[in-house]
């Protein structure tokens, strides 16, 4: 079975908490450490009795034999570069960013001692925070496992164990490939969100009061924080913007077609938009 001495989390709020909660619920460390800057964070890990919650990055990954860092994307470089120095050797660290080939880079800052391997849940949520977590989070849910060109197969299959042990179903590939994909299924449907909600919020017909469901499902991971997806589009700002320009071409022809009149192109597109949105419910069958 699957079992290490110490796993530490820095950045402890849904995903690094849900880590927590689902190692714990399935006995795969002995001990389990953490960090947060949010003092009431720290505050909720300790009253479980059971999460040594640290101020200090330094201290919380002291003797961990797995590091997980789960902070915004645009943090990363710099927490990689205050815990390099306290890091076991021997050590496997990885992420649950969602931007794989810029995190990458940044953990070169990491000693030759420790392992870096990417990683990224597909198991996030509009809510954040601690209080949030669940232990049944990556259940059934796919998870990226993103090697460097150097990374030893052994370290790859512990990775790929442990998240399979936490219920998540793995998938290996590079992290260049793994930018592009969810750019295409996360990144992108984010970016779209959001700014249809902000254009039918600026309709002179908007009435909140009268808003359904329809609305809600559209649009409802614009909730997600800003401060966290700031970093990922950015740092995936090639492919975003790729598919930002797609949205662009489909939206500008289902307009014209509307403008025209031209109930044959309109079906079209809408018979498309079906068998698409038809076909993510199949996937899952």
């Known amino acids: 079975m699957l079992h290490f001495k110490r796993i530490s989390v820095v950045g402890a709020g849904l995903i690094g908490g849900s880590i927590l909660l689902a190692a714990k619920k399935r006995n795969i460390s002995a001990e389990f450490s953490c960090w947060s800057h949010s003092a009431s964070t720290l505050s909720f890990w300790s009253n479980l009795g059971w999460v040594n919650a640290h101020t200090s990055l330094k201290d919380s990954v002291k003797d961990a034999d797995l590091v997980i860092i789960a902070t915004p994307v645009d943090k990363m470089g710099e927490t990689f570069v205050t815990i390099a120095p306290f890091l076991k050797p021997g050590c496997l660290i990885s992420d649950v960013g969602s931007i794989k080939a810029a995190v990458l880079k940044a953990a070169t800052v990491l000693p030759p001692s420790v392992g870096f391997i990417g990683s990224h849940p597909m198991a996030g949520s509009e809510k954040a925070g601690a209080k949030n977590a669940r232990a049944d989070l990556f259940e059934n849910r796919f998870c990226f496992i993103t090697p460097g060109p150097r990374d030893q197969a052994e370290s790859v299959q512990k990775l790929e164990q ?52 329809g609305l809600k499902d559209s649009t409802r991971i614009a909730a997600g924080e800003e401060n966290l997806w700031v970093g990922i589009l950015l740092a995936n700002a090639t492919h975003v913007t790729q598919g930002l320009k797609e949205v662009e071409r489909i939206t500008a022809e289902l307009r014209m077609a509307i403008e025209r009149g031209d109930a044959a192109a309109l079906s079209k597109i809408l018979e498309a938009a079906r068998i698409a949105r038809q076909s993510l419910d199949q996937t899952h069958e």
């Open 162 to 213: 442990f998240w399979q042990s936490l219920g998540s179903k793995t998938f290996i590939c590079s992290a260049e490939k793994h930018d592009e994909i969810v750019a295409a299924i996360s990144h992108t449907p984010h970016a779209s969100a959001a700014a249809l909600i902000l254009a039918v919020k600026n309709l002179p017909g908007f009435k909140q009061a009268a808003v359904g469901a």
